[in-house]
T-cell receptor, first 114, second 110 residues
Framework: GAGVSQTPSNKVTEKGKYVELRCDPI?????LYWYRQSLGQGPEFLIY????????DSGLPNDRFFAVRPEGSVSTLKIQRTERGDSAVYLC????????????FGQGTRLTVV | KQEVTQIPAALSVPEGENLVLNCSFT??????LQWFRQDPGKGLTSLLL?????REQTSGRLNASLDKSSGRSTLYIAASQPGDSATYLC?????????FGAGTTVTVRA
């Protein structure tokens, strides 16, 4: 596709369940990012991939959060033992290289933990 | 840690008026600054990217300026239209990741 694609667009899950959020970046973009946006706030950085490796995962809030990008394209954000505080919009972005290049965002996945 | 502030938090103007949105940041060591638009329940749409070596960038009715030394950027939207109603976010990059402000929510009244 032409843009960054995220699935699902909405996810409702019960507290304690496991969820996976998928991101399909723009073709040819080596840099991929995950951000989390709470209501009324700007997005906050979670993790950055350059190629297949996580170059910076300092924004992941705790060890329940994990992300992979095994072939350097599609990425999956995984959340174990979900908590109500995990409810937010999870945004994925990609850019051509990372440094100084324009970032393009997907439509986001709205996660609601009940 | 980079702190990004956007003032005002909300703005309401009549159609046709020019919009001025402000963004300030605390650390001037940035690679670039990017302005985004976000419609309710949607993702972010990139509007303009200004590299740290540039002073301004223009696209149609949009013009963004950057004063890196003072830690400020301004987004101007000329002749506003109801379709410009959205939240506008600025973000700065000091390395590979973006630090965002909380946004300015704009309402353009017909």
């Amino acid at each position: 596709g032409a843009g960054v694609s995220q699935t699902p667009s909405n996810k409702v899950t019960e507290k304690g369940k496991y969820v996976e959020l998928r991101c399909d970046p723009i073709s040819g973009h080596t840099a991929l990012y995950w951000y989390r946006q709470s209501l009324g706030q700007g997005p906050e950085f979670l993790i950055y991939f350059q190629g297949t490796g996580a170059a910076d995962d300092s924004g992941l809030p705790n060890d329940r959060f994990f992300a992979v990008r095994p072939e350097g394209s599609v990425s999956t954000l995984k959340i174990q033992r979900t908590e109500r505080g995990d409810s937010a919009v999870y945004l994925c972005a990609s850019s051509l290289q990372g440094y100084s290049t324009e970032a393009f965002f997907g439509q986001g996945t709205r996660l609601t933990v009940v | 840690k980079q702190e990004v502030t956007q003032i005002p938090a909300a703005l309401s103007v009549p159609e046709g008026e020019n919009l001025v949105l402000n963004c300030s940041f605390t650390d001037s060591a940035i690679y670039n600054l990017q302005w985004f638009r976000q419609d309710p329940g949607k993702g972010l749409t990139s509007l303009l990217l200004i590299q740290s070596s540039q002073r301004e960038q223009t696209s149609g009715r949009l013009n963004a300026s950057l004063d890196k030394s003072s830690g400020r950027s301004t987004l101007y939207i000329a002749a506003s239209q109801p379709g410009d109603s959205a939240t506008y976010l600025c973000a700065v990059s000091g390395d590979y990741k973006l630090s965002f402000g909380a946004g300015t929510t704009v309402t353009v009244r017909a």
